[in-house]
């Protein structure tokens, strides 16, 4: 303070400001500082000495500036002698001064220049003028001549709310050996698309990005908001649209899920046409005679239904196409299987009726045979028909995923399972007689290929079950394998019954012919009879012969003789 003020603390030497300041101080605080002081060549300032020097600037001129207000009729001498020859009287208003009103009224709202002219203010707050030395840190630096207690720290500039001056080529990335890169330095980077903010307590610069959710868009920087059922966010995630507008899914023809199994279906259909040409083609042959024409017919016609389904299933959903659906598929199944469960119950019942007695059978002729047919497939058909009244055909979107809106009938996949458990009924009751009638002489036993047939049908359906159930997530994957397994019920049947058939008619004509002996000649015109009257009497003469030629086994030998064996074979194969 002294040496702002003078040699001796004189008050007859001072300004007006100084005597002020001096009054606000006090005179006990001024103090010499001879015994301190520091030649030229080991002088060594304190950094803060610059700031103690505007403090006092900036309280002296604050008090100059309360004065001009409330003492504004205070003269000072103006003349050198008036003003040495005695102390200059302070005005009453300056001897009592409210902290508070100095502060915030003077104090705040001062304006100079210091010694070296910087220019000092204050901010509301309090804040006096920035001025920062900007250093870089520089590790790996080379050139570490410039040794300071700042270690790697370089000095590369300056600011203030002047101006800013920064050398660059003093920057690490910029000297030799450096990549020329500049590092980010920033507390948060921008949030990726499909992320919002989650700010850091109260801050407002630094933030954590958290992912929204796949079906969630932005409704602002911070809030993820779901698009709801059958809506998905936009690229933009700024909205939402309507999946059943733009990727509404069902079964296409162009895809591999429609694909694989329409070449099944077509391989199918072109081999039952196939077979159904060679049996009009040696319709008259004792073996498509003896296979029942009739019924094989039906089974034929039916797995042409049951490959056709796959075109069906493979559709874009529409109200026919769901109706052909439900009714379609049971309906083939039941005339598939109904006609093979009459077979195999017209043999069991003509062994069990001649085990008893020599009496016919009833309904074993070919018009009771298909009429059977024709009533137990009626009843799938009727059902269905109700079941098409009660609930009328019609498409719904189903949701499986909340990415996916799938065109679909009205119906749930389920449901269709109620069809078929009558015709899992005609399986079973089929199955059951194949296996009674598994011990029926060899050259009857046509019985073995229709229960060869079955088995290997129960394992394709329970398999397509658990692989439907287990799938339940993909409709293409469902009705892929749906259409798969209708194939392959129907390929089963087609192979198993018809190929033993079709290897004698084709490649061992020998066998297909009637032999003209004695003994063979009694088979024929029973025969004959039988097709030519069904309602004749005379097949119980088959009956009869047989039940005598089991008695006669019997008692001599369990194998049945060649004979009867052939004769029944030309009869009822």
Wanted: contains cysteine; charged residues 20%; positive net charge.
């Amino acid at each position: 303070m002294q040496k702002i003020l003078g040699e001796t603390p004189n008050r007859r030497s001072l300004g007006p400001a100084a005597k002020i300041l001096i009054e606000f101080v006090g005179p006990s605080r001024i103090q010499t500082c001879e015994a301190q002081r520091q030649s030229k060549e080991s002088f060594n300032p304190d950094d803060k000495i610059q700031f103690v020097i505007e403090a006092v600037f900036a309280i002296a001129h604050a008090l100059q500036a309360m004065k001009q207000v409330v003492c504004p009729n205070d003269t000072v001498e103006t003349s050198w002698i008036s003003r040495h020859s005695k102390i200059p009287d302070v005005c009453t208003p300056m001897t009592h001064i409210d902290g508070d009103v100095f502060y915030n009224k003077f104090l705040l709202n001062v304006k100079f220049k210091d010694l070296v002219g910087k220019r000092v203010h204050f901010s509301p707050q309090g804040d006096g003028p920035a001025h920062y030395t900007i250093l870089n840190y520089q590790p790996n630096r080379l050139n570490k001549s410039d040794v300071s207690d700042r270690g790697d720290y370089v000095e590369i500039g300056r600011w203030s709310e002047d101006a800013m001056d920064i050398n660059e080529t003093l920057m690490f990335w910029n000297m030799k050996g450096g990549d020329g890169v500049v590092p980010v330095s920033q507390c948060s980077l921008p949030c990726s698309r499909g992320s919002r903010k989650q700010l850091i307590k109260d801050e407002i610069c630094c933030w954590a990005c958290s992912k929204c959710e796949d079906y969630e868009f932005l409704a602002n920087e911070t809030t993820c908001v779901d698009c709801g059922t059958g809506r998905w966010p936009t690229k933009d995630r700024t909205d939402c649209y309507d999946l059943a507008h733009n990727e509404l899914k069902h079964m296409r023809w162009n895809e591999w899920y429609s694909i694989v199994p329409a070449i099944f279906a077509v391989i199918g259909i072109l081999g039952t046409l196939v077979v159904i040409a060679i049996y009009i083609q040696y319709n008259e042959t004792p073996v498509v005679k003896a296979s029942g024409r009739e019924l094989s017919y039906i089974l034929l016609v039916s797995m042409i239904m049951c490959y056709a389904m796959t075109f069906v299933l493979v559709s874009r959903p529409t109200p026919l196409i769901c109706a052909i659906k439900r009714t379609g598929i049971g309906f083939a199944f039941s005339c598939l299987y109904a006609a093979m469960f009459v077979k195999t119950n017209r043999i069991s019942r003509i062994f069990s009726q001649a085990t008893r007695s020599a009496q016919r059978p009833g309904c074993i002729s070919p018009i009771s045979q298909v009429l059977i047919t024709v009533l137990l497939a009626g009843v799938q058909l009727v059902g269905s028909l109700i079941w098409l009244y009660i609930v009328p055909p019609g498409t719904r979107h189903d949701y499986p995923t909340r990415d996916q809106v799938v065109l679909t009938c009205n119906v749930p996949e389920y449901h269709f399972l109620y069809s078929l458990a009558y015709d899992a009924g005609l399986i079973v009751l089929c199955t059951v007689y194949a296996v009674k009638t598994r011990k029926v002489p060899e050259n009857f036993n046509e019985t073995k290929f229709i229960g060869f047939s079955m088995y290997t049908t129960c394992v394709v359906w329970l398999s397509w079950i658990f692989f439907f159930f287990g799938t339940g997530s993909d409709f293409q994957i469902q009705t892929t394998s749906l259409c798969i397994s209708i194939s392959m019920s129907a390929n089963v049947a087609l192979v198993c019954i018809f190929s033993p058939k079709l290897w004698i008619i084709l490649f061992e004509k020998h066998k297909n012919v009637r032999k003209q002996d004695g003994e063979y000649m009694f088979a024929k015109s029973s025969y004959r009879s039988t097709l030519c009257n069904p309602d004749d009497t005379s097949v119980t003469q088959y009956t009869a012969l047989l039940a005598d030629q089991r008695r006669r086994s019997s008692r001599k030998s369990s194998q049945p003789s060649p004979s009867i064996t052939s004769n029944a074979h030309d009869t009822f194969l």
